[in-house]
């Protein structure tokens, strides 16, 4: 029998993408702990960060800017239905969660505006006039 190297398959990153849930989401109690994702961006005057939130009320959200670590914390709660009295699958998240990120630039955090739409937070920092981030390139020897 010949050995043949293994060829990356299509559904690799789908495989990946489980084996991060497991390791980096981890279990808590009868549900995986809630880790929202997100996306940081940053254009030439703003930096810009989403987080999907879904099935979180926008009143259990909480933002704060402390130095240049932003914390997103908040709440999703399970909604108890008295008249349903088996479960025979729950895969949703419930619970209180936090998120930290540091900022790339300094930014102007009074003039901050934060929307929430079906589920989703956006939160835009506008850049202050000398915030723009440092790039250095260090050469390779």
């Given at each position: 029998m010949w050995l043949t190297p293994m060829r990356p398959r299509r559904d690799e990153?789908?495989?990946?993408r489980f084996f991060d849930d497991i390791f980096?989401?981890?279990?808590?109690?009868?549900?995986?702990?809630?880790l929202p994702a997100m996306d940081l961006k940053e254009t030439h005057d703003a930096v810009v960060v989403e987080s999907e939130l879904p099935g979180v009320d926008p009143q259990d959200v909480t933002v704060e800017v402390e130095g240049d670590i932003l914390t997103i914390r908040g709440?999703?709660?399970?909604?108890?239905d008295e008249q349903?009295?088996?479960t025979y699958l729950q895969e949703c998240t419930y619970g209180s969660f936090e998120r930290q990120i540091r900022l790339p630039a300094e930014v102007d955090r009074d003039k901050a505006d934060a929307t929430f739409k079906q589920g989703v937070l956006k939160i835009r920092f506008p850049k202050?006039?000398?915030g723009r981030s440092k790039r250095t390139t260090i050469e390779v020897k």
């Amino acid at each position: 029998m010949w050995l043949t190297p293994m060829r990356p398959r299509r559904d690799e990153s789908l495989l990946r993408r489980f084996f991060d849930d497991i390791f980096v989401r981890g279990r808590e109690g009868n549900g995986h702990s809630m880790l929202p994702a997100m996306d940081l961006k940053e254009t030439h005057d703003a930096v810009v960060v989403e987080s999907e939130l879904p099935g979180v009320d926008p009143q259990d959200v909480t933002v704060e800017v402390e130095g240049d670590i932003l914390t997103i914390r908040g709440e999703r709660r399970e909604e108890k239905d008295e008249q349903a009295r088996n479960t025979y699958l729950q895969e949703c998240t419930y619970g209180s969660f936090e998120r930290q990120i540091r900022l790339p630039a300094e930014v102007d955090r009074d003039k901050a505006d934060a929307t929430f739409k079906q589920g989703v937070l956006k939160i835009r920092f506008p850049k202050k006039e000398g915030g723009r981030s440092k790039r250095t390139t260090i050469e390779v020897k």
